[in-house]
């Protein structure tokens, strides 16, 4: 059934020109995505215009051209580049060739594919709104909403009118609808992997946002009329998508936070283990490493989710902004249906939005608190393991000279070995007497073989024994040595303080 005359699409596209963080390079790829969705003879001229740090509305082909346009066997219509701060926008405009045959609604499906063809089925990184609109054949008999459903389901076949309809009302005379469907496309993340998004993911593998505007006009002259504001809606349908992929966002970075926060509290956990049980000094580095890292990731997501909610405040009051100005130049229409979405995002998007901020803003300053505690931790152990080593390094050095002592006075026993000998003291000594009357030790038994015209056997009894004597002494007269220099250097520190 033909129904409509003059189906024309308007499709409104936007692309990020430059993002929070993004280099000069980064700022050319996004050139790039966006210049290929233009036929190949403007693409090299397309941003010659676009030479400004801030620039809030530029048209790229400039204020005299303004459009670039293009016409087929069935179908005509035009580019319209634009510069919005920073984001790209392009307005293809499609629309049948005769503008008095009636069509069927299902002519829209045709038309958005030709688009799709113009854009070199290149897709929108932003986002995008698709603004359908004809004149009705048979006014008043034909029902505007029953029309407009056939037209929703033209262009996006997997759409439901009654679950995606979001108002109506009337511009300039026409009826005009919203839909919209809208689901985050973000899966349930593995603490044990790695997240599956970014804030450089692409928008399609992040949400689902179809936005449609469909206005049916009683006559050609009405919709003759509408048109002279096609360029008027390219801001306002701006605004939205960046509040949208802002929540997108702050979705991806809520993810990664709570990710994170797992990390978080599994750190409070082991730093509580570790006070109880001695863990190794390595497993504390590490988790102290990983504290570190995650703490400037943290610190930086959460500074990204801050902006994502400023992004979201300003856009919207940019949005509402615009909307006002609609019923001033175009005094006969109602557009308040458009109004459900600034109030959706403000009364319930951004209220969530804002409450998991404030969730999970403490992470940062809970990841500070564990690496100061493993930090003082670690700092408790080093100088525990400094102590033993140098206990173990003392005791080394004592013995050391003490054997040397030992060894140096047994080298030199020849020389005192037999005035050692007559002392009374070792003269009387019971041990002793038992050595010289039973001859206990014989030269098979010693290493210190007496030479000969050297000292008898027990020689090397005396020798040994008096060595050993004196090794002993002298390792304790070390070991006094090196309590009384720690004492008194303690002494001095504390002095010092």
Known sequence: ????????????????????????????????????????????????????????????????????????????????????????GLLLDCSVKDQKIPHPANCFKYIKTHIDSKLNNQVATVGQTWMV???????????????????????????????DLQGQGNFLGGQIFELW??????????????????LNSSIQNIQENQHVIIALYP????????AKFI??????FCYRHKIMLASAQSRCLKQQLKKDFVFIQKGIKDITQASSQKLELRTIRNILNNAQKILAQYSTNISYYDYQIRNIELNLENYQKRLSKFPIKASSSDLNFLEQFSKYIENKDLV?????????????????????????????????????????????AIFGIGLASAGLVAETSDYFVED?????????????????????????????????????????????????????IVGALTSLFFSANSAIREYFQKRTK
């Open 1 to 88: 059934m033909s129904d409509i005359i003059y189906p024309t699409i308007n499709l409104y596209i936007y692309d990020l020109r430059n993002g929070l963080g993004q280099n000069s390079e980064d700022i050319e790829n996004n050139r790039n995505t966006y210049k290929y969705k233009f036929p190949e003879n403007i693409r090299d001229s397309l941003f010659e215009l676009d030479t400004d740090f801030e620039a809030d509305y530029v048209e790229l082909l400039g204020k005299n051209k303004r459009i670039e346009k293009f016409s087929d066997q069935a179908y005509e219509g035009y580019y319209y580049p634009v510069r919005l701060a920073d984001i790209y």
């Open 133 to 163: 609109s004809a004149s009705l054949a048979d006014f008043p008999k034909l029902c505007s909403e029953s029309i407009a459903s056939y037209c929703y389901e033209a262009i996006m076949p997997d759409g439901n009118w009654d679950e």
């Open 181 to 198: 469907r809208y689901s985050l496309l973000l899966k349930e993340d593995n603490h044990n992997s790695s997240s599956q998004y970014s």
């Open 219 to 226: 006559n050609l002259a009405t919709a003759e009329g509408a």
């Open 231 to 236: 360029f008027d809606w390219m801001p306002l």
């Open 352 to 396: 969530q939005i804002k409450k998991d901020y404030e969730n999970l803003s403490p992470g940062s300053q809970l990841l500070e608190v564990l690496i100061q505690s493993m930090t003082s931790l670690t700092s408790i152990i080093e100088i525990d393991e400094e102590e033993r080593e140098r206990n173990f390094q003392k005791n080394i």
């Open 420 to 472: 050692i000998q007559k002392l009374p003291l070792v003269k009387n000594l019971p041990f002793w007497k038992h050595c010289l009357s039973e001859q206990v030790v014989t030269m098979s038994d010693w290493t210190f073989c007496p030479q000969e015209g050297k000292n008898d056997p027990t020689d090397a009894v005396v020798a040994i024994v008096f060595s050993i004597l004196v090794g002993v």
